[in-house]
């Protein structure tokens, strides 16, 4: 199992619930986009510490080794697609690095050598149900603990405040 976290509220609140249930994931990614704000690069390491403090695994930085979203917005002199109603960027520079870790991280590749999948969770809360996709894939099964615990936003920042987080 291996959680997708983005840095933020909902992903932290999913993580915190699951430190406190005793769920504990193989891998925590974090795919780095290299535009983030530096408060989010200094929660994404001051919130791995908390994990690690608690017996959870560190939070992996995954990133495009081509450039970063900045650098491809430059180039391509325009704003992300984001911008203009669309997701691409999310899927270049967050769920394609994500992937090509797990196609090279070894428990992983003995999952789908011995016909299993990878578990991803991913902190949509249920005020986002809208974004939830039916992943078919041979190689994934996708998960979305808040949805499933019924946590919208409300319960996600109140969970954060109370681990003493901002």
Known sequence: MVVSFGGGTNSAAMLIEMTRRGVKPD????ADTGGELPETYQFVLDFS???VDRGMPEVVLVRSESKTLEQDCAERQTLPSLAFGFKTCSQRFKVQPQDKYLNNWTPAREAWASGGKVVKL??????E???????????FAVAYPLVEWGWGRKECVAVVAAAGFK
């Open 122 to 127: 991913i902190g949509y809360d249920s005020d």
């Open 49 to 51: 510490d908390w994990l």
């Open 129 to 139: 149900s809208h974004r939830i996709k039916d992943y078919d894939s041979k190689k």
């Open 27 to 30: 891998l925590i990614m974090f």
